[in-house]
């Protein structure tokens, strides 16, 4: 059984299919436009409106540039808080305001919002206490704030991890007649790790109300989108769950918004889940920790700076006549008061019981655990004495 | 009083909790039309309607994962991993989240749901079918894990760890699924947390579990032959353990044999050995020994009945146990440094 | 922070991308067809040529006749074997002959194949002893060839697993300079695993060489297809990853070997990954021990038999003048002593020693397995002495 | 003889092996150009270039079933684990595959690699970055598991387990990185396989591992204060285990504590206990007692030294080994059923 037989040994057969496919073509409907939606120019100036992305309302855009403002001031004041050693380490995501805040905007407030431990800004943005945000980063305790009061469930580190849990929690909401939307944020690195795959498989097998925002910030730490994928773009994932994709601007605030608000409308209206690819850049290191110099140059980074999303918000607002200088000094005012109020709270030094180590294991404590509780109880006695 | 399999006890446990509690959700991959593989779930879906029970893609963490979103949206997902190494794609899931949300959220956030694992061989099954894979699970804090070796408290347990708070890893022995016994549903038997005496006994303290437990029991009826009277403890429950009845037992007895069917080295009968001579060290007569399987991937069919903890195994382990005071010279002579 | 903008809540955006992408889409390369690629009716009328996907040769068809008929008769027999309780379990290929075989032509002796379970059929056909492909499921061994010799992995049973392995060993093959192709097979189900991702992924970032060829048999054990994806077909998975992908009827072999042939030629070339997905049918239940009467009706499998690959070969090389009731009957024959053979040696009951069990878990064993293998050893002879 | 840190020395034994062996391809997520986030890696792909030592995409399983594949065709990939708990999405590649293929093919294949894991806490690294995952490795036959807590042992450890036959998990304290200690490279310490009394001593043995060696060594100082005169041993190779030199201490000094910084229940510690009291039980004036992590969740950085073994938990368990001959009254009184 050794022949093999020497047929039809080609070349790449890229041009086999039709260049123009059918409008028939199943695929039509679920691939992404193939250059990012955007709504502005780099400089803020208005392209020509579009059918498929009307603008949206300049009231939520006023409110989006407010959140944008506080958001990267927040950030930088976090980012002064590590050096300060107050935090144990801080992933920024200066120049992604756009798609932190925009998440935010495109949901209520009963949305579930499934975060990354970059998503710092888009919680406090969220309206949860800058406080309660950074006591992971602090150290104190893994989650501050209350996942369930808050429709956010805890920042997630394993990668991609997130992605189900989406799925399940929208759902599981659907299941229980809600109209909740999920938002689960993701990076371009962690679209490699299966979860994402089983996660958006879950969700369009379920039709569960899910959108999954990627945020193709060009780095997974050190490693560069080409080490990541082959693909034309991340959005071209989505149908291949049977998912209709999008990709945009990430830097474009108007056009982020446009996005994900059409996506959200599409979870909410029981067509299952959406995926939104922004291309974004991760303007500081991947955290402070981070040596950013060792493998990207300072010109790449240089050449984002023209296309800050803040500045580019800002400029469009002003020219709309939504924003003059007293709005913007105004808001910069609400900046710097919000980022004082953290300073101040955060240079608190928190206490943090030993004992609760053992209160949130299980509902009760094992008898295990119990004789440990006590083992430790008696050793912090004796400390105390030995100390006093 | 009804003759029945543990298969049909688990069945009857999952019905009785999808009919008494509305939130609870029983999915995983072939556990709708078909039943399950071992026909655990069978039936269920046709009573209890699609949305109640219902097959998913193939993806073990994402069978894991959806259900701690389920959970965080208030429901009680009961999954079905299909076999033991096939639970092992969730692992991330399981130890990083499952185990942790509570600890995690300081106990805002917790994902009650119950992982039904068929673990464990004698089945002839082949490769990747016949795991023993508890201690991956026992050694994971936040999660509790069960597993039953009486068609009682295959359902007495389920219900339990349906109804528990806390995420439970539920390890059911294949081999002893379609083993039949005495039961009456809706069977309660001793709580949750609790190891029983399955035969009391005067000598030595077999401590087993799972599908050890019968392989004890049926050492400790050929022990009287040798003149050995053998009490048998099933521990029921590895998280939470019960010290207090095995120690008991231990004092009692003086010796201890601990048998369970993984492959030994850092399984749980290393943790039940420790804690024994940890506690019970001036009633010991001789050292804690433990029978286990090899520690071997688990073979082939044709090979398994060495692997596994057999009555033949048990006894000389037992024989082992100093019973004319004199040392084992197996350990005077063997473990100098080579 | 409450307000949320009420913009733009309309339905799905279905219709928002052109249906006819400009040429220069990205997309339009790597797609599959919107139809299953297919040379020949059912019936095994030959269908009008076509320039993307030329004929194989007539010899290299009449030996896949061959192989076709001598792996349905392997099937048959394992089956046979299994309800004579040789054999602890068999998954039965029937129905899916032109992919089995089909994969095995298209590749070259020294290309390595990644089997699942199911793929007995293709082992055999690729020349491995049938005996040794059934030592897994006899019971006595894991794996009864010697992979490194066949070039054939052991049939992988944790799903999607091989999916990785594939594109290590491809991309290994590949750095030492040797033009080895991988070939790894994978069920429909099976691509909802995270490992399916990640390898076809890793593969294309790569470049590794490697066909990833997907059976649709419809069923996942009890699973529809329809419970596993709702994508248009799983060959649109490929654009995701940026790997070329291509849909082919898995019951018209002419079609599979000249899709395949394509493909491995598309990766011996140095292009990277190729995806393919045969659509075809899985006659039997998943397994002996299966009951597929309790998921799936009489009459579906029935419709599935007048699309039968066997007879749909044979009627279209009669047709061509390559095969007449001589040689029909010759390879019938050839099956039958295939068979016979295989029913004669699988009779002798293996002797496996169980001291084997210690040798191969490491290249030496342990200080702890040689304390193991004693304790074993002394019991084995105190059996047998209990035994004389 | 030179100054520098374990960080180093594993950099140096990388460098070696993909300098003296060809087959060596080192490779993971983010150990190319930036040179590991613990910077183990730096300069190698300067220096080896960037298809020897290579970033891939971010998917841990892939990455070991990648490597399972390189191994199939003859190459020796060493990868890294960017952190313990970011190991757990390969656990069935892992346990499934890399654990199992020598024996499924009765030796026909092997895939002899090293999976690096800088594991274990004391570092003040939040959630995730600090589990001491090495009881699920160590369980699963067919791994070999290492964790080096000496700057020689590191190298040496290391370019044993690339040269090594069989798959090493290859656990590095990361607590250790960046502390100091004298090495003349390229250091050939005790074989593979050996375990190595740190500290010779008289009263009671102090067994430990990874990062739980140093604290050991400080506690055994500390102990000095106290009229103890305590042995250290550092395991080294968890699998294969040295019960040798290990059972001769214990048998020397009457007494053990074993010491392990993971989650007590089901670890390597409580292997160790089990084994120690099988061998050593004539020998023993006490119970073999064990100090680990507790039974929780890795805390976060400002409650760790609460869960970590410190020196202080150390001298009060060695105070519980019945010094005075009377047994510890704790194991008399507690662990009846409640
Ligand atoms: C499963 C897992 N593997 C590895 C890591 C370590 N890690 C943390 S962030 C990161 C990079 C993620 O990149 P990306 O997804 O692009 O998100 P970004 O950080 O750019 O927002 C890595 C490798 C992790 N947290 N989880
Ligand atoms: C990781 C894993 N999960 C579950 C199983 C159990 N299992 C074996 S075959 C099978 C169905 C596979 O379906 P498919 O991929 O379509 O392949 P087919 O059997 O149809 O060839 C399942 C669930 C497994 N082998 N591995
Ligand atoms: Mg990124
Ligand atoms: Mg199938």
Known sequence: ?388 | MATMTMAKALNAALADALLEDDRVLVFGEDVGQLGGVFRITDGLQARFGDKRCFDTPLAEAGIVGFAVGLAMSGLRPVVEMQFDAFAYPAFEQIASHVAKLRNRTRGKLSVPMVIRVPYAGGIGGVEHHCDSSEAYYAHTPGLKVVTPATVSDAYSLLREAIDDPDPVVFLEPKKLYFASGEAQLPARTEPFGRAVVRRAGTDATLVAYGPAVPVALEAAEAAREEGWDLEVVDVRTLVPFDDGTIADSVRRTGRCVVISEAQGFAGVGAEIAARVQERCFHALHAPVLRVSGLDIPYPAPMLEHTHLPSVDRILDTVARLQWDDQPDPRWLTQGSAA
């Open chain 1, 1 to 388: 059984m050794t022949t093999t037989p020497q047929a039809v040994r080609r070349a790449s057969p890229r041009t086999r299919r039709p260049a123009t496919p059918a409008a028939t073509d199943p695929a039509a409907g679920l691939l992404p436009q193939t250059e990012p939606v955007r709504l502005l120019d780099p400089d803020g100036t208005p392209l020509p409106a579009r059918d498929d992305y009307p603008e949206p309302p300049i009231e939520a855009l006023r409110e989006m540039y407010r959140r944008m403002v506080v958001g990267r001031r927040f950030d930088t004041q976090a980012t002064a808080l590590t050096k300060q050693g107050r935090l144990a380490v801080y992933p920024s995501s200066r120049g992604q305001e756009a798609c932190q805040v925009g998440a935010v905007l495109a949901l209520r407030d009963d949305d579930w919002v499934f975060p990354t431990y970059r998503e710092s800004m888009a919680l406090v943005s969220r309206g949860i206490d800058p406080v309660e945000v950074l006591t992971l980063l602090r150290g104190d305790w893994h989650c501050g704030y209350d996942p369930a009061a808050r429709r956010t469930a805890p920042q997630c580190t394993p990668l991609a991890t997130q992605c189900v849990h989406a799925a399940g929690l929208a759902y599981g909401e659907s299941y229980q007649g809600r109209d909740t939307v999920a938002l689960a944020f993701i990076g371009d690195g962690a679209t490699s790790e299966g979860d994402f795959h089983e996660g958006v498989n879950f969700a369009a097998v379920f039709k569960a109300p899910v959108v999954y925002f990627v945020q193709n910030n060009k780095y997974a730490i050190s490693v560069p989108l080409s080490r990541q994928t082959a693909a034309p773009s991340l959005a071209y994932k989505g149908v291949g769950y049977g998912v209709p994709s999008e990709q945009v601007d990430g830097n474009d605030p108007v056009a982020v918004l446009a996005v994900l608000t059409r996506a959200v409308a599409h979870a909410r209206a029981g067509h299952g889940p959406y995926l939104v690819e922004a291309h974004t850049y991760r303007m500081e290191p991947h955290t402070n920790a981070d040596d950013a110099t060792r493998y990207r140059d300072a010109d790449e980074v240089e050449a984002w700076r023209d296309r800050d999303p803040v500045a580019r918000l800002e400029t469009y607002l002003r020219a709309r006549g939504a924003l003059d200088d007293a709005a913007v000094a105004e808001i910069a005012g609400q900046a710097e008061a919000y980022a004082a109020d953290l300073r101040e709270r955060m240079n608190a030094q928190p206490t943090v019981d030993p004992m609760s180590l053992f209160d949130h294991v299980y509902a009760e404590p094992t008898p295990q655990l119990v004789e440990q509780r006590e083992q430790v109880r008696a050793e912090l006695a004796a400390a105390a004495e030995g100390d006093a």
